[in-house]
T-cell receptor, first 112, second 114 residues
């Protein structure tokens, strides 16, 4: 069955460092991979989308890589800030553009 | 735009009662999704609609769950009868024109079934 694993349930880093979150998947060939941020008591908020033919995408302090051979995406937050503390969700969808399958998320805590 | 609107934000009910959750998607969005989130299972897709038509309801856990979208601006998720294991946060999301596009989530309804 299709499976998405976000390797760390929790990640604690110091302010100013780079946070790296991992998303691995099996039994799936996604056309799109997305990252969302979720704060406590709120719905997920879209951050970045990367397509299967793209290796890397950047937006301000965020960078996403997508390796379809390794079946893995890495999500980086550079110069992390306490305000970056949240749960980050990885989500996949296939070529037909059907609904997203979400990972369980990684909770990032950035301490000052 | 006000974003995706869900009501109620919190619902506490007793086992066996009927529960109706409501969602207003972003105007102009063709896709609407219902998700359930729990600590154990994460965010699970229950059902989604395209232009008010249900496309995939394979995630609906049991016949006790039903969803409707009578028009482009309103959808309901109903649980009848409710059970304690239905306790979760239920999210509605909408998407502009393709299922794989960015989804915009509502604030969620936290359901507690006693």
């Amino acid at each position: 069955s299709q499976k998405i694993e976000q390797n760390s349930e929790a990640l604690n880093i110091q302010e100013g460092k780079t946070a790296t979150l991992t998303c691995n998947y099996t039994n799936y060939s996604p056309a799109y991979l997305q990252w969302y941020r979720q704060d406590p008591g709120r719905g997920p908020v879209f951050l970045l989308l990367i397509r299967e033919n793209e290796k890397e995408k950047r937006k301000e302090r965020l960078k996403v890589t997508f390796d379809t051979t390794l079946k893995q995406s890495l999500f980086h937050i550079t110069a992390s800030q306490p305000a970056d503390s949240a749960t980050y969700l990885c989500a996949l969808s296939n070529q037909a553009g059907t609904a997203l399958i979400f990972g369980k998320g990684t909770t990032l805590s950035v301490s000052s | 735009d006000a974003g995706v609107i869900q009501s109620p934000r919190h619902e506490v009910t007793e086992m066996g009662q009927e529960v109706t959750l409501r969602c207003k998607p972003i105007s102009g969005h063709d896709y609407l999704f219902w998700y359930r989130q729990t600590m154990m299972r994460g965010l699970e897709l229950l059902i989604y609609f395209n232009n008010n038509v249900p496309i995939d309801d394979s995630g609906m856990p049991e016949d006790r769950f039903s969803a409707k979208m009578p028009n482009a601006s309103f959808s309901t998720l109903k649980i009848q009868p409710s059970e304690p294991r239905d306790s979760a946060v239920y999210f509605c999301a909408s998407s502009p024109n393709r299922g794989g596009d960015t989804q915009y989530f509502g604030p969620g309804t936290r359901l507690t079934v006693l």
